[in-house]
């Protein structure tokens, strides 16, 4: 973090904003992706993510800050400075591939490269290799409409990366394979970003992908970053309740922090029914004593006890009790709250027993609301 | 800090840093070019026909002076309130006849086991691509009352007094208009009835309706707006007829109001301003129809209808089948078989007097019609051939070229100038051909292109791009706009973009959309009748001409001549473009 000063990132947006009509579909956005890195935007849909991402590839003007890409601006507001899509050396891979039906396979992929008036042998070399790279290398002259989904998938991949551009762009690339494939996807995708070495810009509002693919994650809402770090500390450490319950699954309670205890740690108590609980946790940043908060504990950090633990004492009835295998999916009933739990198999909970709900205080986060 | 990899491409395009120059793009020239020459073609003309509209002619015909006395005449005058109340009359005539008849064969075919519904449904749509002109023609030789082809045989063979049919009258105006604009209505309806999901009915009659009641509380509601929107099309059509009413009306005392814009454009007591006043009356009319139908009516007709190819639910008929064939047949034999088998069969003749005379027979009028290099042709018919060709050629390529630019803006560029594209191309659906002729007329009178065929270009283009453009569209919003923007994100221009991927994905909506156009331009009759001059007659003209000053034999050897050339387009349309690309 403090050496971001003395190398600037390679790609870096500016406190970009872009208005549709009266909506602020970008609000003030600032963010920036080292060189050959993985960043994701993850937010619900409308958001903002496409917005951006077409706001970096120059299809649309904006309303406010900088684009800069190396040395080169691509929009910059202030300066009035626009450079058009066909110059900034982006590859792009859309929703919907955008393979184009009137040319095969190799035509796609050679596009890029007759564009750039590089001859005919290399570009045949290259439209070869890179299609071997995503391995559509017996399909170079089928027509586009007689791929699958999978492959038209991995023809536009080819297409954006032919040209070795400066960045990569993926909107939701995804979204429309079935989950089998779209399992299998994401991690070819991410092997053959490793191997090109692409700086990247990934859109997406599955937060597993996100989590999976990338070297960071930027978490969206409402045109706002709301949360940006690696996967595992957007996952162990939500600065706020939204990005926490965006994030995986989260129980969420609410209630105040009664006591710093010592640095990062303190109590956090909570109304049930008539009585209060306290629960000790660690602290989420900016929370003094006395802040209203959310308490978040992932499911597998929840454990269900049959034996009384004493204090703080969390007893609670089985609802459901779902089995997955590896683990036992639950739902155990406390007061007004529903608490979701991850058992082991080998605790063989029933619905309807009553149990004893044992936190770790080392993973229970108190965040802002 | 550029490493090689990143450095080595994009050979040849500039490194620099572009100025922010979003005013001056390939993209926004062509656009704000193109929005420019489309206000100034269709704005100038209606805004030069309402000034001219307040100019009053005195008596002697030089001078005028500003005035109300044009709209006075409208009502004052002893022809024209006539000719309003016929106008009306007759669209509304014509409006039901075509609703009736369009309704009742779409629903035939596309929802009933009517025998033969494949192999009729072409020629159900032939009319639709005829002129309603010739059609008049036609059937002005089959039942006038002492020369038509079925009064001389229910004269001879039933030995009936006087006549049996009489068309010379307002009802054969109805009856001709209706009949050849019968497909639009067809055409509006029969797609809702195919394309409907049939679960909508199936839901219906599981909980317990019944066929007929299914049909009453979903079917009919649901292809409404299909048939308002053709309802509301025939009857602006009907309005903005010239021909048939010429043919049929005028010469037996039933004036419209585009028969008397024809007489005050042309001839000896013309009076452009009078003319424009009644174009002003008529295109009010016709706008603010087409205003509802474009607002309110077409919108919800896409609402309800999806778009998946279904199956749609078939009614059987039983032993009513033969009855709904009968009704097509019959469709079929009063539009297309004996108006075509009349013309030809009083084309073979010198003169025609309502007799077939085998021993008469002759080629001389198709001679003296076409045969262009002979000193005894008619010029006004061997010209009105040339210049119909190069016109119909020309305009259908530069109204393509214009549609493709068009529907381009107005689905790719967001924002002020493609929302003022979009208003711009409906605009001259609401003004009938005689009424934006008018507007060119008095806009160009004074100009160089007046007296050439250019102001007939100016004309039709005007008149008909939005069609073009509808059909581009239609096709344009079936393609991802992503599949344009990978271009510009695989390095190439606007333009590069354009002719590489835009263009040839476009191409089928393109291809079809010239020939409706060229088929179109090359049966035009309205706009063609105010704008041409002696040596720039077209075809329909020509067909006008020798109605007029020569004889129904000669007539009818163009009209044949013209019918064949359509019927061939229509035959190449259908392979080229499907059956339900006439739609939009
Ligand atoms: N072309 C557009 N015109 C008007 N509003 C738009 C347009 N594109 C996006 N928006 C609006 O901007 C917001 C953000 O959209 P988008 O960036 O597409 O979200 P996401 O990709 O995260 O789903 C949404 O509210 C959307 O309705
Ligand atoms: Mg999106």
Redesign the pocket.
């Known amino acids: 973090m403090e050496n971001e000063k003395a190398t600037p990132p390679y790609l870096e947006v500016n406190g970009l904003v872009k208005w ?2 009266a ?1 602020r ?1 970008v609000d003030n956005i600032s963010f920036g992706v080292e060189r050959g890195k993985f960043l994701t935007l993850l ?1 619900p ?8 991402l077409m706001s970096i590839a120059g299809l649309h003007g904006i309303d406010g800050g900088d684009i800069r890409v190396g040395d080169v601006t691509y929009t910059s507001f202030s300066k009035k400075l626009f450079l058009p899509p066909e110059k900034r050396d982006i590859g792009m891979v859309f929703q919907s591939y955008a393979i184009w039906p009137h040319m095969t396979v190799a035509q796609n992929v050679a596009y890029p490269l007759e564009i750039r008036k590089i001859d005919r042998a290399e570009i045949d070399s290259r439209v070869a290799d890179v299609l071997r790279l995503v391995g559509l290398g017996d399909m170079a002259d089928k027509l586009a409409t007689q791929l699958s989904g999978g492959q038209q998938q991995r023809a536009a991949l080819a297409r954006a990366i032919v040209s070795r551009p400066r960045l990569l762009l993926f909107d939701e690339p995804l979204s429309n394979l079935d989950l089998k494939l779209r399992e299998q996807m994401r991690v070819e995708l991410k092997r053959i970003q490793n191997e090109v070495g692409i700086t990247s810009v990934y ?1 997406t ?1 599955d937060q597993s992908e996100a989590l999976v693919m990338s070297d960071e994650i930027i978490v969206m809402s409402k ?1 706002r970053i709301e949360q940006k770090g690696g996967p595992h500390e957007i996952y162990a450490h939500p600065v706020n309740r939204y990005v926490s319950n965006f994030i995986g699954v989260a129980n969420l309670l609410e209630g105040h922090v009664i006591r710093v205890t010592s640095p990062g740690h303190g109590e956090f108590e909570v109304n049930h029914g008539n009585e209060r609980v306290i629960l000790p946790c660690c602290l989420g940043e900016g929370l003094k004593e006395g802040a209203a908060a959310v308490l978040s504990v992932r499911p597998e950090n929840v454990e269900a006890r049959r034996k009384d633990p004493g204090t703080p004492r969390l007893e609670g009835e089985v609802l459901e009790a779902i089995f997955l295998g590896n683990c036992v999916d639950c739902r155990v009933r406390w007061g007004a709250f529903e608490w979701k739990v991850l058992a082991h198999p080998r605790d063989r909970l029933r619905p309807g027993e009553r149990v004893f709900l044992h936190l770790d205080p080392d993973h229970s986060l108190a965040v802002q609301p | 800090m550029r490493t090689e990899a990143a450095a080595v491409t994009l050979a040849g395009a500039p490194r620099s840093i572009g100025r922010w120059r979003s005013l001056f793009t390939q993209e926004s020239i062509a656009t704000i070019a193109v929005s420019l020459i489309v206000a100034a073609a269709v704005l100038l003309p209606l805004a030069t026909l309402v000034v001219s509209s307040f100019r009053v002619l005195d008596d002697l015909g030089f001078s005028t002076t500003w005035g109300l006395d044009n709209y006075r005449l409208l009502f004052t005058d002893h022809v024209i309130p006539g000719a309003f109340v016929n106008t009306l009359l007759i669209s509304t005539g014509s409006m039901v006849l075509a609703t009736v008849l369009g309704v009742s064969l779409a629903w035939i075919n596309a929802r009933t086991n009517c025998p033969w519904r494949e192999k009729l449904e072409p020629f159900n749509l032939i009319p639709f691509f005829l002129s309603p002109f010739v059609g008049a023609i036609a059937w002005h030789n089959l039942a006038a009352p002492k020369t038509g082809l079925i009064n001389a045989l229910a004269r001879n063979t039933l030995g009936i007094e006087g006549h049996l049919l009489n068309v010379d009258n307002i009802y054969g105006v109805i009856w001709v208009t209706g009949i050849f604009f019968t497909p639009l209505v067809y055409l509006f309806v029969v797609g809702s009835l195919r394309r409907m999901d049939p679960s909508l009915e199936d839901s219906a009659r599981t909980t317990g309706a019944g066929l007929l009641r299914t049909t009453l509380t979903v079917t009919l509601p649901l292809v409404a707006p299909g048939i308002l929107s053709g309802a509301i099309i025939v009857f602006v059509t009907s309005a903005g007829e010239f021909g048939v009413p010429f043919k049929l009306g005028a010469p037996y005392g039933v004036e419209t109001l585009t028969t008397q814009i024809f007489t005050k454009a042309v001839g000896d007591d013309a009076n452009y301003y009078l003319g424009a006043s009644m174009s002003m009356a008529l295109g009010a009319i016709t706008a603010f129809f087409i205003f509802v139908q474009q607002r309110y009516i077409a919108p919800r007709s896409f609402t309800t209808v999806t778009g998946k190819g279904f199956r749609p639910n078939v009614v059987d008929l039983g032993r009513w089948k033969w009855l709904a064939l009968g009704l097509n047949l019959a469709f079929i034999l009063v539009a297309v078989v004996l108006p075509i088998f009349c013309l030809v069969v009083v084309s073979l003749h010198p003169v025609w007097e309502g007799e077939i005379i085998l021993s008469d027979i002759t080629f001389r009028n198709y001679v003296k019609t076409l045969a262009f290099w002979r000193t005894d042709s008619i010029s006004a018919a061997t010209n009105g051939i040339f210049n119909s060709f190069i016109l119909s050629f020309a305009g259908a390529s530069i109204a393509m070229v214009l549609s493709l630019v068009v529907s381009y803006m107005i689905h790719r560029t ?1 924002g002020f100038g493609s929302r003022m594209l979009d208003l711009l191309c409906v605009i001259p659906i609401g003004f009938p051909g005689i009424v934006l002729a008018m507007g060119v007329l008095v806009t160009y009178i004074k100009t160089p292109i007046y007296a050439t065929l250019w102001i007939l270009l100016l004309g039709y283009i005007t008149r008909f791009f939005p069609y073009g453009q509808r059909n581009i569209s239609s096709v344009m919003l079936a393609i991802s706009e992503e599949l344009d923007q990978s271009s510009r994100m695989a390095g190439a221009s606007w333009i590069t973009t354009l002719r590489r991927i835009t263009i040839p994905l476009l191409k089928p909506g393109i291809f079809a959309g010239w020939l409706l156009l060229f088929i179109i331009f090359l049966r035009e009759l309205s706009i063609s009748i105010i704008l041409y001059t002696s040596g720039t007659e077209t075809l329909s003209v020509g067909v006008y001409y020798l109605a007029n000053f020569e004889n129904e034999s000669l007539t009818s050897a163009l009209s044949v001549a013209q019918t064949v050339v359509l019927l061939a387009c229509i035959v190449i349309f259908r392979r080229m473009a499907g059956r339900e690309a006439l739609t939009a």
């Open positions: 549709f009509g909506d579909a937010g849909s409308g958001c903002g993510k496409t917005t951006t859109v509002h045109g | 967001k």
